[in-house]
């Protein structure tokens, strides 16, 4: 079937499939890892290619902040109410992986007051607790705090490991069959009679070049989705808008600093490890992999972290990077900041009349689960399978189960 | 824009063994190692593979030797000046192809499963939790002189956590570890060349938390086991 490498077994794993349905999953981000997760559940056989590293697309490279959807709860609710979800599924069934110190939405100016009572409904409307905090009461729980702040509301943020939570689908995946293959490209899909059968790719590893036949071809590749379905002479509306990132070396708090105003540049800090992150600019490219670092932005970032807290000012900057977010919207779009955090599954059947390829995009890291169900029951659905879902309750292996794997 | 020449290791699983690859890479100030592999990538090999994810220092897939010497790609400038960089992967961990070595190996070597998440050392007021400092990047185990002539040897990396589990258990059962250190090819085994301190991306300090493990070895004062003179 495949001319590419076999792993341990040359086989499906211990845990045999209990269809004969084969899924072929292009991305290896979280969306990718979450639906072979999802997928080898319900039994599917599945394989996934990454022409890299796992995650080392969009997903690695996020900020890692676990959304309590707070962000998202006064202009974008359906995607508030799908991180508020997400958040607790996740807390359950990936235990440690998390530093659960919550968030502060901050208000440092009389206009940030204006969003105060904007954000305390939407939260309320989506489900999102909050307690609102006396400058005193934040200061002490964070005091690097910029001293001037009005008041902050706590929420339920978390800081997420970007790469190490993901890695823990992947492992699942594996552990339940799922043949999981970094370092092969997709270099087209096999398209007959009006239906994708497979993809044409390059393993990176051995040199080989081949094809690999399935029932159903998932595109799950993120901003770089765009690319993948033009290999079938199909448009998705995607739109990569990158944002720059930038890592100081200390850490300036525990948790999740939001800024308490609309979402906008330099908006947010937050620990990781020995290591804070302000967060984040936001534009719109044609090419993903073009990816530079403006200046212009890295300076925004720390005049406006430094607002949230001053000492973001004074620390030695570690690295500053980009990364391509993948919205789903118009061409028209200019920076990004317009189009919603929501995912959505696009069956081409119905789409393009196409058959065999869905592609699933949108969302962000903490939806990555939601993301992976949604497009598995589009996938169950096109194969005539009657599988539920399973992932909401299933609790994920160590990251480090993946290379033990 | 200048430009430096970079010797890429290459090595596919198709028979024809390693070799090193040349490529001239336009480089600025702040070009780091990483940039100079994804532009080659980009322009003009794609075959290439390398490892990398976060891009701040904070995951530790990027690892590679820079001229001999261990470094995480993208935090690294290359500099503007000087003549052929040698870009080779990571020592004492098999290479799967080009700069990619076997995670597995490494994880292989620990006590356990580690856990990634303990208590803040800022949480006075709140019960707050953070990540461990390690990497889990496999620059010291490259970096390491015994590792490098003794693959039994668990190694700098495997050793700096179980001192972590002495000071801060989270369920580990202190007895247990103590034990797994205390054997010749673990605590023991290490010459104390701090190397693997030097090259850590991280702030975890290897060489001083071997140091403080043996010596809560001698303290605990059994000694089943020493290295061989």
């Known amino acids: 079937m495949t001319t590419i490498r076999p792993q341990s077994d040359d086989g499906w794993g211990a845990a045999r499939p209990r269809h004969d349905a084969h899924v072929l999953v292009i991305g290896g981000g979280g969306t990718g890892g979450a639906l072979a997760h999802d997928l080898a559940l319900r039994g599917l056989r599945v394989t996934l290619v990454e022409r890299g590293e796992l995650t080392s697309g969009t997903t690695g490279r996020h900020h890692g902040l676990l959304h309590s959807g707070a962000r998202y709860a006064v202009n974008d609710r359906e995607s508030a109410v799908e991180c508020i979800e997400e958040n607790a599924v996740l807390r359950r069934i990936c235990p440690g992986s998390f530093e659960e110190n919550d968030g502060l939405f901050v208000a440092v100016t009389e206009q940030d007051l204006e969003y105060l009572e904007p954000l305390l409904e939407g939260c309320a409307a989506c489900g999102i607790p909050t307690q609102v905090l006396a400058p005193a009461e934040a200061l002490a729980l964070e005091p690097n705090l910029n001293p001037g702040l009005k008041v902050a509301v706590r929420v339920p943020d978390a800081t997420v490991d970007a790469m190490r939570m993901p890695l823990r689908f992947f492992a699942t995946a594996c552990r339940n069959g799922a043949r999981v293959y970094p370092f092969v490209e997709v270099t087209g899909l096999l398209v007959h009679d009006g239906a994708v059968g497979g993809a044409q790719v390059h393993d ?49 708090c525990d948790m999740v600093v939001n800024r308490l105003h609309r979402s906008g540049d330099g908006d947010i800090v937050l620990p990781t490890r020995g290591l804070s ?87 962000k890291g903490t939806t990555l689960r939601a993301m992976a169900e949604l497009c598995a029951d589009v996938v169950c659905r096109k194969l005539g399978l009657d599988e539920p879902c399973r992932t909401r309750d299933t609790v994920l292996l160590p990251h480090t189960a993946y290379y033990a794997a | 824009m200048k430009s430096r020449r970079l010797r890429v290791f290459r090595f596919k699983r198709d028979g024809r063994g390693e070799r090193f690859h040349e490529f001239d890479v336009p480089v600025g100030p702040t070009t780091t190692v990483l940039d100079a592999l994804l532009w080659i990538k980009r322009h003009r090999d794609r075959s290439l593979a390398f490892r990398h994810s976060c891009l701040h220092a904070s995951c530790g897939t990027c690892g590679v030797q820079l001229n001999g010497r261990e470094v995480l790609a993208c935090v690294t400038p290359l500099g503007e000046r000087g003549g052929a960089a040698t870009i080779e992967p990571l020592a004492n961990l098999p290479v799967l192809t080009d700069l990619v ?41 490259s970096a390491c002189p015994i590792a490098g002539s003794s693959d039994a040897y668990v190694g700098p990396a495997a050793l700096a956590q179980a001192q972590r589990l002495l000071e801060e258990p989270r369920g580990a059962e202190q007895e247990e570890v103590l034990d797994w250190a205390d054997r010749p090819d673990a605590a023991w085994r290490c010459h104390a060349a701090f190397e693997c301190t030097q090259v850590c991306p991280g702030g975890v300090d290897p060489a001083a938390r071997i140091m403080a493990l043996r010596g809560a070895l001698l303290r605990r004062g059994r000694g089943r086991a020493r290295a061989p003179a």
Request: aromatic content about 6%; hydrophobic content about 40%; overall charge negative.
């Open chain 1, 204 to 252: 990176l590893v051995t040199g080989a070049e081949g094809g690999v036949g399935a029932d159903v071809v998932v595109n799950a590749a993120g901003p770089w989705s765009g690319r993948i379905a033009s290999m079938a002479d199909i448009e998705v509306p995607i739109r990569p808008s990158p944002g720059v990132l930038l890592a100081l070396r200390g850490r300036l």
């Open chain 2, 101 to 141: 070595v076997d995670q597995a190996e490494l994880y292989a070597r620990f006590y356990d499963v580690r856990p990634l998440v303990r208590s803040s050392e800022r949480g006075a007021a709140d019960a707050f939790t953070r990540y461990e400092d390690c990497l889990e990047c496999g620059l010291c185990l």
């Open chain 1, 277 to 363: 992150v302000v967060g984040t600019s936001s534009w719109v490219v044609d090419d993903p992999d073009d990816l530079d670092v403006p200046e212009e932005h890295v300076r925004r970032m720390l005049e406006e972290g430094r607002k949230l807290i001053p000492a973001v000012e004074q620390a030695e900057p570690r690295a500053a990077w980009s990364a391509a977010r993948p919205l789903i919207g118009s061409r028209t779009a200019d920076t990004g900041r317009e189009l919603s955090r929501t995912f959505k599954t696009f069956d081409h059947a119905e789409e393009d009349g196409v058959e065999g390829f869905v592609t699933i995009t949108g969302g």
